[in-house]
């Protein structure tokens, strides 16, 4: 192989992503992040809504996403989050959001995760609910300073 060739070839390899990398881990206790929703599989509640949009403040433990036309009904503004390892991706992080009432079993919605950049996590969330929950695709991240 001519050396320019093999130059290209090696070039190609590394913009492809030869070895696995991750992606900077995001600082959740740090500001407030803007939040993205978007409806996939509405509820039976009859709500019209396919997406919305609010801030979540994990310092302060609050979000202010409207989820009335999303599923139906308004959650309370409370927000946890947790970073659990992933097993499917070694040393790789899922990040766990609770937009609602932490432990109860029908007030609020998990969003799961994991981060693209420093600043910014998309993943999928679901809502919590005894019967026909509604679930989707969302997109959380920071604006940066």
């Known amino acids: 192989m001519r050396p320019a060739a093999s130059f290209l070839v090696f070039v190609a390899i590394a913009a492809c992503g030869g070895s696995p990398s991750r992606a900077p881990t995001p600082i959740l206790d740090q500001g407030t992040w803007y939040i993205e929703v ?3 599989s509405p509820s039976i509640s009859g709500a ?3 997406a919305g949009s609010g801030t979540v403040d994990l310092v302060v433990g609050k ?3 409207n989820f009335q036309p999303l599923i139906g009904r308004d959650l309370s503004h409370e927000a946890t989050f947790s970073v659990r390892g992933r097993s499917d991706v070694p040393g790789a992080l899922r990040y766990e959001i609770v937009l609602g009432a932490a432990h109860s079993d029908h007030d609020n919605a998990l969003f799961e995760g994991h981060a693209v950049t420093a600043d910014s996590i998309v993943g999928t969330w679901s809502e919590a609910a005894y019967c026909c929950s509604a679930s989707g695709r969302f997109t959380l991240w920071r604006p940066r300073v």
Do not use: I
């Open 38 to 40: 978007h409806v996939d």
């Open 48 to 50: 019209t809504g396919r």
């Open 63 to 65: 979000h202010t996403l």
